[in-house]
């Protein structure tokens, strides 16, 4: 039986009494962190501490954003913290070329986890990206240093991703792409997922929703 926000409430007032005022500040921080990140990510430097302090108090974040009808879930495997919720709201709209970009890095991760010896860093470079969308015909040319910086800032600010963003339009920098984007494309099977990416070919709205909450 789920509790009620009476008692989900006040199971939060008694943990979070138990915090120092530092601990309660850092509890603001990170709360206001994954709010805007989606994902805390243990494998990335600057969310290692928090990834650890919300592990330290799962409860006390799950019974905060239970109030506001957010989940936060641990994914032990993928060593994540991810925030959701299946009321539709706060949800992202992303761009049709965001979207392909997400399905096509999701068949990238996909090719280079069978090929890694760490599953734990998953690198491709710029110069594969465009390959691979030059393969799906899905975008008419190559695709332009405009809308590759704007699209791949787009899934870096929701810690899908990372680079360094001065070396972006060099085809041999390298990006990291996160497990995190195993919760966004959530599709195991390769030939599912280049059905999805054929899908686009006929066309679409210039928008689509992504699963980010």
Partial sequence: ???????????????????????KEKFSRICSKILDKTFLIRQKDSDKED?????????LFQSYFMLMDYAITHYEADQIIAISTEVDRNRVRLKRVDTIMLLILRLLYQKKAKEATQLNQILVSVGEIHD???????????????????TMRTLKSYSL????????????????????????????????????????STGGDDDEDDDED
């Fill in 161 to 200: 991703i990372d680079f360094q963003s001065s070396k972006l339009f060099n085809d041999d920098t390298r990006v990291e792409i996160y497990p995190s984007l195993l919760r966004v494309v959530n599709i195991d099977d390769m030939s599912k997922l280049e059905t999805q990416l054929n899908a686009y």
């Fill in 51 to 59: 990834y650890f302090f919300v592990l330290g108090h799962l409860t």
């Fill in 1 to 23: 039986m789920v509790p009620n926000k009476q008692t989900i409430g006040l199971n939060f007032f008694n943990q979070i009494q138990k915090l120092t005022e530092t601990e």
């Fill in 132 to 150: 691979e969308i030059e393969k799906t015909g899905l975008i008419k040319g190559k695709i332009t240093k405009t809308e590759l910086q704007a």
